[in-house]
């Protein structure tokens, strides 16, 4: 009974100040249009991309090398690059100065604070957001809706050439590591040539394989010559009426042979094509030989690895997958005008009831002896 009294005296009090209270309300309605209608425009271009893996940038990837399939969308970590690309201050830098946002935004360059201010008002406008499928959305507001879409495909190039560059970079620094590399290694063959060029001039040595058999071959047949031309020269010399000139014959024969075999296997011997010399530098020759092989297996790699990357770092390489991009737009983002409007009648509504009930109930209280005990 006293719930249903008390409700009708609340409906009763209103109904006392229905007047007042419809006036607040209507002049209410009447500021909230008219300071609505005065906020200006904003129009919103959103573009939409992927990630795209670092393996498009892979020289072994490129070229089929690595024994897997290549990953056309980025992971976690590409997607987290491009984000910090896309909220980094060097990317903000780059707009303001491109479209020229302090005019733009009405801001005085000579304020020190200017700086400060048109990052604050960008801040507001500029958005990025991952969405749940993991694809990046960039949106930007403005009352100017085709600066608006432009500003917005242009922040997705920038980042694009931004992450695009520091893959770059990688490269061209790994290109200068091979170079370096490939430098001390043509030092260490031209090195290599020029002890082995000295050593072949010393021991006598160009070919081991067709050399070794040669030697082998000439000692044998200077040999069995020198066996025959003595046995030959034992056989006259016992026959008592030989030829004296066959007998001086087979005697030089044999001078020269044993000469020719003393310069072939003498190690005093002045002859490049000798034995001793040929046993010397052997070793060495054949260990300056692998040396050199093994110096241009390195660089023939080095080079190999080195015209892979140069020509990765030469391609064009994407670091997103465009799915969307910015269109100009049609429709306003903002102000909601008849949310403003019917929130501000709402909220005066209920501050008036409130207002009244408070009035009518403490109408009868003395303020002064409350506050201030008189």
Do not use: C
Request: proline share 2%; hydrophobic share 40%.
């Amino acid at each position: 009974m006293n719930n249903n009294d008390n409700l009708i005296g609340i409906v009763a009090t209103l109904f006392k100040w229905r007047k007042p209270i419809i006036y607040l309300v209507i002049s209410a309605t009447v500021i909230s249009i008219g300071a609505s209608l005065l906020l200006p425009n904003y129009y919103s271009s959103t573009t939409t991309f992927y990630a795209a893996s670092t393996d498009l940038a892979k020289p072994e990837m490129i070229f089929g090398l690595a024994g897997k399939a290549m990953e056309y969308y980025g992971s976690t970590d590409d997607i987290d690059r491009l984000l910090t690309i896309a909220e980094s201050n060097e990317l903000k830098d780059f707009l303001v100065d491109s479209f020229r946002l302090m005019e733009h935004y009405d801001i005085d360059s000579n304020d020190i604070k200017s700086r400060y201010k048109v990052m604050e008002a960008l801040n507001e406008l500029y958005s990025v957001q991952k969405t749940k499928y993991d694809a990046i959305e960039i949106t930007v507001e403005d009352k100017d809706r085709i600066l608006a879409a432009q500003m917005v495909n242009t922040a997705r190039d920038k980042i694009n050439e931004f992450a695009t560059s520091l893959i770059k970079e990688s490269q061209k620094r790994l290109m200068s590591t091979f170079e370096k590399s490939m430098d001390e290694k043509q030092k260490e063959i031209v090195g290599l040539d020029n002890n082995l060029i000295d050593s072949r001039k010393k021991y006598g040595i160009l070919n081991i394989e067709s050399q070794s058999g040669m030697l082998g071959v000439l000692i044998s047949r200077k040999e069995s010559a020198l066996v025959g031309s003595k046995g030959k020269l034992q056989i006259y010399q016992q026959m008592p009426n030989a030829n004296k000139d066959t007998i001086m014959n087979l005697k030089a024969n044999i001078k020269g042979l044993e000469d020719e075999l003393r310069e072939l296997t003498s190690p005093t011997s002045t002859t490049s094509l000798n034995l001793s010399k040929f046993n010397d530098g052997l070793s060495k020759i054949e260990m300056l030989q692998q040396l050199h092989l093994q110096s241009r297996n390195r660089l023939s790699y080095d080079l190999d690895r080195y015209n892979m990357i140069k020509n990765a770092y030469e391609s064009v390489t994407p670091s997103l997958i465009l799915i969307e991009k910015g269109q100009v737009p049609i429709v306003k983002s903002r102000p909601k005008r008849a949310l403003i409007v019917l929130a501000s009648v709402l909220a005066t509504l209920l501050v008036s009831v409130i207002g009244v009930l408070l009035i009518n109930n403490y109408s009868d209280v003395d303020w002064n002896r409350e506050l201030y005990g008189k």
